[in-house]
Nanobody
Framework: QVHLVESGGGLVQAGGSLRLSCVAS????????MGWFRQAPGKERSFVAG????????NYAESVKDRFTISRDNAHNTLYLQMNRLEPEDTAVYYC?????????????????WGQGTQVTVSS
């Protein structure tokens, strides 16, 4: 079992920045790719960004490319999401996810472990 805990969410004005963190514990040796997803009220959970185990491969949703950067520090079992030039449309609960299989995938059901989420609110 892998336990994931996100932090770093909050309220920010449009154009501002936030950095989300996700610390993994438990059977961290089983973690391969990791990702960030988000869910706005009344909407389905959607892919934001993903990263391979070594960090050499990343993938982003079109809506966040060139604004968000995903990274990971395996020595500290921590995943990050740097979010710049935030927009009101980025308002959502952001979830960290981990999977044991290969591939930086964008479909939520391919990830077996999830955090509890952190709220990001962007005001206009």
């Amino acid at each position: 079992q892998v336990h994931l805990v996100e932090s770093g969410g909050g309220l920010v004005q449009a154009g501002g920045s936030l950095r989300l963190s996700c610390v993994a514990s438990g059977r961290t040796s089983t973690i391969s790719a990791m990702g960030w997803f988000r869910q706005a009220p009344g909407k389905e959970r959607s892919f934001v960004a993903g990263i391979s185990r070594t960090g050499d491969a990343t993938n982003y949703a079109e809506s966040v490319k060139d604004r968000f950067t995903i990274s990971r520090d395996n020595a500290h079992n921590t995943l990050y999401l740097q979010m710049n030039r935030l927009e009101p449309e980025d308002t959502a609960v952001y979830y960290c996810a981990a999977r044991s299989g290969f591939g930086v995938l964008s479909t939520p059901h391919r990830y077996g472990d999830w955090g509890q989420g952190t709220q990001v609110t962007v005001s206009s």
